[in-house]
């Protein structure tokens, strides 16, 4: 039963895969009957090949762009593709429980929409919001409770509140091959080069380039990741 549940692991992510020793059987056989309902529930409900967890809403269906295959979307998330280009996700794609994905803050002015690359991993209890777009690269591993904020409320005109002043966007890009650890927030107009790293807990109000290791409050370069 372990090897026809690891062939089929190894087929779906296109590499191979094996359980650990210490796994036993009857641990294995339950992970894989929560995933035959989560891939019934992405069939039902988003009439794709998604793996869905209970719990999760999928909002306008018909914007989900999947490149191909192995997304999984956690448990009691929310993903909502209304925006002008809509949710783009490539291969092996895991979001974790809790998390939402907005691509609009308001359906007044929809946003731009996001897109996220192959082999990209997010922790639980994060939020994407995709208003003035966000890219994100392929080979990207985020740690739990990671924000991305591709807008700004404006707030100079001091004769209206700020509620009544509008918004900027210029959106949010993060590179290929970065680690982000958990508790980050990144914020509009923030760039990312390849092969990053984000230290746990930082908060970017600024963009910086390839090679970086980035770590504080506000984030700053430590020194190169590639010396």
């Known amino acids: 039963m372990i090897r026809i549940i690891e062939f089929t692991v190894s087929q779906i992510k296109n590499r191979d895969f094996r359980f650990d020793k210490k796994v036993s059987t009857s641990y294995v056989v339950g ?17 794709k090949i998604i ?3 209970k719990g999760t809403k999928v909002l306008a269906r018909k914007q ?21 280009e809509g949710i783009t996700i490539g291969d092996n794609f895991k979001l974790g429980d809790f998390s939402k994905v907005i691509a609009s803050g ?4 929809i946003g731009k929409g996001i897109l996220i690359g192959n082999n990209v991993a997010i922790g639980e209890y994060s939020y994407i919001g995709g ?6 690269g392929n080979d990207c591993i985020i740690g739990q409770y990671f924000s991305l904020h591709p807008e700004n409320h ?7 509140l700020i509620r009544e002043q509008g918004v900027s966007r210029k959106g949010i890009r993060i590179g290929n091959n970065c680690w982000i650890g958990a508790k980050v927030t990144i914020c509009d107009g923030v760039c990312i080069g390849d ?15 390839e090679n970086s290791l980035i770590g504080g409050v506000p984030a700053k370069h430590i020194k190169q990741t590639y010396e």
Do not use: H, M, P, Q
């Open 31 to 47: 992970i894989a009957l929560s995933k035959i309902a989560c891939l019934i529930r992405g069939l039902a409900y988003a009439n």
């Open 131 to 136: 208003a003035g777009g966000v890219v994100i």
């Open 195 to 209: 092969n990053c790293v984000i230290a746990a807990g930082s908060v970017l109000t600024k963009s910086f380039g």
């Open 51 to 53: 793996f869905i967890g």
């Open 64 to 84: 989900l762009n999947l490149k191909s295959k192995n997304v999984e979307l956690g448990k009691y998330c929310t993903l909502d593709n209304l925006s002008k």
């Open 154 to 160: 404006k707030y100079s005109n001091k004769e209206y």
């Open 106 to 109: 308001t359906i007044r002015d």
